[in-house]
């Protein structure tokens, strides 16, 4: 079957694990757009089925599977949101194809960085410019102070600014973007298990009343990746009773705002937003 033309009103949607996915799908329907989505196996569910105009499934090594189904169904841009779990490398979950191998091949390292941006070069080879998630996202980009009615105490702010700083650090390295502080002291920082399960770790360690942040890294390309707290990490927080979350602001987002705040009011978290600190 012939590929069609490139239709500027057609957005592709490749996506992984989380909560992301579906906020670019409604933000991209909010703009009048049709979706085009492809679920990334096995790493993704079929959460954007319901949004999407048209949908399928393709293994996440599949790259060139993944640029042809875009082409044939007419798209020339596109946006990658969700999760790609690095530890599906490590698990044999991955069967990559001839263009995906050449990819790994060329990349000096397998920081998250160097993997998107080799993406990207491929996807532009062939006619598909990657947009930005914030294109389809602004709402929910975290504003800078107490997004919750109440904020943090004074102990629990300078706990903010250490973490925010340590933060800062391992994400530099490539390591993570969260850390479990309490007392000004590490409980936990992010590495290849996520968010959620950093936050389990460190909460446990710190018993009630830690403080959770997640910052942006250095040198982050915040077209493909933008670091965000969904309902599933909240989630995590309660379960372990933290206090507080800080996201830094104007780099990070909160996914489905207005019920996150809530639910977090009820749980007794303040949720901030810090800028860069001096």
């Known amino acids: 079957m012939k590929a069609a033309g490139p239709h500027p009103k057609l957005i592709g949607i490749i996506y992984g694990a989380g909560e992301m996915p579906v906020a670019v799908a409604l933000g991209a329907k909010e703009m009048g757009l049709k979706v085009v989505a492809i679920a990334l196996e096995p790493v993704a569910d079929s959460s954007l089925e319901p949004y999407a105009d048209e949908?399928?499934?393709?293994?996440?090594?599949k790259l060139g599977h993944?640029?042809?189904?875009?082409?044939?169904?007419?798209?020339?841009?596109?946006v990658i949101a969700g999760k790609i779990p690095k530890n599906a490398l490590y698990e044999g979950k991955v069967r990559p194809d001839l263009r995906a191998i050449k990819v790994l091949f060329g990349l000096k390292?397998?920081?998250?960085?160097?993997?998107?941006n080799a993406v990207a070069g491929e996807f532009e080879k062939d006619g598909i410019t990657l947009r930005g998630i914030t294109d389809f996202c602004g709402p929910?980009?975290?504003?800078?102070?107490?997004?919750?009615?109440?904020?943090?105490?004074?102990a629990e702010r300078k706990d903010m600014e250490f973490g925010f700083k340590i933060a800062k650090e391992i994400g530099r390295l490539d390591i993570g973007q969260t850390v479990v502080v309490k007392g000004r002291a590490v409980m936990a920082v992010e590495a290849i298990e996520g968010t959620d399960e950093a936050i389990r770790r460190g909460g446990r360690l710190a018993?009630?009343?830690?403080?959770?942040?997640?910052?942006?890294r250095p040198a982050q390309d915040m077209r493909f990746d933008i670091p965000a707290a969904g309902l599933r990490t909240l989630?995590?927080?309660?379960?372990?009773r933290v206090r507080v979350l800080a996201l830094e602001a104007g780099k990070s987002m909160v996914i489905d705002k207005d019920t996150f705040l809530r639910k977090a009011e009820e749980a007794g978290i303040s949720v901030v937003g810090v800028g860069e600190l001096k």
């Open 55 to 61: 949908h399928s499934a393709v293994n996440v090594g």
């Open 207 to 216: 018993g009630p009343g830690a403080v959770v942040v997640k910052v942006s």
């Open 235 to 240: 989630d995590a927080m309660v379960e372990v």
């Open 66 to 78: 993944i640029i042809k189904t875009l082409k044939k169904s007419g798209v020339s841009e596109a």
């Open 140 to 154: 929910f980009i975290t504003a800078e102070g107490a997004l919750t009615r109440k904020g943090p105490s004074r």
């Open 109 to 116: 390292d397998r920081a998250d960085d160097s993997i998107i």
